[in-house]
């Protein structure tokens, strides 16, 4: 269970650091929100794993940290809002700059021929 | 209980809203005064707040009255109530600057300057990390929209690094939040003060990793040295009111540093004592460098004042990696007097290009400025407060900081490091002043009217660089108290959870 937790996490961060460091702007908000997939999940799991603990309150059964599961509404909808403004933005960018590369422009991918 | 602490946020937010709504959002006249009446209210408020923390009081307000370390709690003290007043300070000369004709550029400017007073006022007043993280959020929002405000090529190319690179940002916060909740336990920093103490094993490894991990947060948010590359072009790009309130944005940073790593991971902390003193002596050397050397090579105005907030940050750290009394005292009255006077300088840059016509603020030959007098002693006045010429505030904020250096290690790294970076300063702006002032070409056809309300709104910061120096003394005496409260708190981190010591 935690080792799974563990590479769910840490899968979900590599990949979403791999994308971030991409050049254009689709890839990198894609990476942005697996950033924040993993991040939910590893705040989730600060108020430590229980198995078969009490959904809510149960008597005789372990009752799971509470305030992790609020801290993960707060950046669930934060996060979604923040996604919503960075695609909003890239695709602004891609109007106004004429191109989807983080810089604004493609010349450095010109001098190795790969694009005009 | 009193309900003052709460009104530096509750203002902003109802005046934000209020201006969304048709009485007020239908012409920019009602718009403009509304603002400016809200900010002054703003103002006045910090005022009251910092009279009432001067007394030594601590207002400890537990929002819904649930109490720490349960509830979310707002303290205001001597430091919280001196930064809520640079604040309002800058909001109401930045919002009279865009009242002569800066807010006709795009829609909704009233308001998200409004908003974003308010996540700045929220995280200079929260005792909670979590809650920190919401008005982080809150005002980093409301500054990517407004740096984008009037549009232009140039403005989205910086917002999408600016607005990338502060989602990572908000990532690796919550990455710390969730290290430091499960290794601690708690989520007020004065309870987290106290619990830290008592850690030990894979829980104390785990607090440093997520204390660190709040630096290179905070480091993001101030401009610390190998995360300082986006500002100068987002703030040469964004408007001039616009980076006049974001002249107090490298100072949250500062701020959150102060109060966290200073309380949290302080001098009293236990085994982790301390914990970021060591990663920013070189940070704070190498961030003063990179500054200097970046003001040498600005090709435009706006660049170099860009690069100078990134040389008053440096010199902040290294007041913060001295770590006494003394230097936190001075790392305040110069993170004052380096807000206004950096403002007060974007809003001169702005001016000069306006006047300048296709040249902007390059630094090139051009057509000379429409006043060359008027335009000329207020850049000459800013250029000798921030390079920290006697008369004026940053001769002493920079002197206070040098005198807190007391060993042979600490003055041998600060004071050459802060002297050249001077003299850099000192070069780049002779450089700028004689090219922008004096090697003009042609004549200034155009008519440019330009309004005093423009004037106004500078001279209000600019005014600060003398008075701050004629008033040194109590500034001084209201800093070395801030800093003594400060490591009150550190020690005996219980007043902040008691309610604060009436």
């Known amino acids: 269970m935690e080792m799974l937790v ?3 996490i840490g899968i979900l961060t590599a990949s979403g650091t791999f994308l971030t460091l991409r050049g254009r702007t689709f890839p990198v908000v894609l990476g942005l929100t697996l950033l924040a997939y993993a991040v939910n999940l590893f705040i989730f799991s600060s108020g430590r794993l229980v198995i078969d603990g009490a959904a809510v309150l149960q008597q005789g059964l372990p009752v799971p940290d509470p305030l ?14 923040m996604t919503a403004f960075a695609v909003i933005l890239s695709m602004r960018a891609r109007a106004d700059l004429g191109n989807d590369h983080v810089d604004g422009s493609i010349r450095s991918q010109q001098n190795d021929g790969d694009q005009r | 209980m009193s309900h003052l602490p709460i009104l530096p946020i509750l203002i902003p937010m109802l005046a934000g809203i209020l201006l969304l709504l048709p009485p007020l959002r239908t012409t920019l006249t009602r718009q403009r005064i509304a603002s400016l009446v809200s900010a002054g209210i703003n103002l006045l408020v910090a005022v009251v707040l910092l009279n ?34 640079l604040t309002a300070i800058l909001l109401f000369a930045a919002l009279l600057y865009a009242s002569a004709g800066e807010d006709e550029t795009g829609r909704f400017f009233y308001p998200l300057m409004m908003f974003q007073a308010l996540g700045i006022n929220g995280a200079f007043l929260t005792g909670d990390l979590f809650n920190l993280f919401v008005f982080f959020e809150i005002l980093l929002i409301a500054s990517y929209s407004l740096l984008i405000h009037g549009g232009g090529k140039h403005k989205t190319r910086a917002a999408v690094h600016y607005v990338f690179l502060n989602l990572v940002g908000s990532a690796i916060f919550l990455f710390a939040l969730g ?12 309870d987290m003060a106290l619990r830290v103490r008592e850690l030990s094993g894979a829980e104390l490894e785990l607090a440093k990793v997520g204390g660190l991990l709040l630096l290179v ?6 401009a610390m040295l190998p995360l300082q590359f986006w500002l100068p072009r987002t703030y040469a790009t964004a408007p001039g009111p616009v980076v006049a309130l974001f002249a107090i944005l490298t100072k949250v940073g500062i701020y959150c540093m102060m109060r966290v790593h200073g309380m949290i991971f302080g001098d009293y902390a236990g085994d982790i004592a301390d914990l970021i003193q ?41 007041a913060l990696a001295i770590n006494t009394p003394a230097a936190i005292s001075a790392a305040l009255y110069y993170a004052a007097h380096s807000t206004l006077a950096g403002a007060a ?8 290009s306006e006047q300048r016509g296709g040249a902007l603020d390059m630094i090139v030959r051009s057509r000379p400025v429409a006043q060359p007098v008027a335009l000329g002693i207020t850049f000459f006045i800013t250029a000798l407060a921030l390079i920290g010429m006697p008369p004026f505030s940053g001769f002493i904020g920079k002197l206070m900081v040098m005198q807190s250096a007391t060993t042979m290690m600490q003055m041998s790294s600060t004071w050459p490091t802060l002297l050249i970076a001077t003299l850099f300063a000192l070069v780049a702006f002779s450089r700028a002043g004689s090219t922008l002032f004096w090697r003009a070409t042609g004549k200034n056809s155009d008519n440019i009217k330009v309004s005093s309300t423009k004037y106004a709104a500078i001279w209000l910061l600019l005014l600060a660089a003398p008075l701050m120096s004629l008033f040194a003394g109590p500034i001084v005496d209201f800093t070395a108290a801030t800093a003594a409260q400060l490591d009150q708190f550190a020690q005996t981190p219980e007043i902040l959870l008691n309610g604060g010591n009436r």
């Open chain 2, 278 to 318: 060591p990663w920013l002596w070189a940070t704070a050397i190498l961030t003063i460098a990179i500054g200097a050397i970046g003001a040498l090579s600005s090709p435009s105005l706006k660049r170099l004042a860009g690069h100078l907030v990134i040389v008053s940050v440096g010199t902040l750290l290294s």
């Open chain 2, 217 to 222: 947060v905070f480091g993001l948010k101030a």
């Open chain 1, 6 to 8: 563990a590479l769910a």
């Open chain 2, 179 to 190: 290290v430091v909740y499960g290794s601690i336990g708690s989520l007020n920093m004065a």
């Open chain 1, 68 to 81: 992790p599961q609020a801290l993960v509404l707060t950046a669930i909808v934060i996060g979604f809002a």
């Open chain 2, 345 to 352: 300088l974007f809003l001169v840059s702005e001016l000069i």
């Open chain 2, 52 to 85: 009432q923390s001067a007394t030594g009081e601590v207002a400890v307000y537990a929002v819904g009255d649930w109490h720490p370390p349960y509830g979310i709690v707002l303290i205001a003290d001597r430091l919280s109530a001196l930064m809520l007043l």
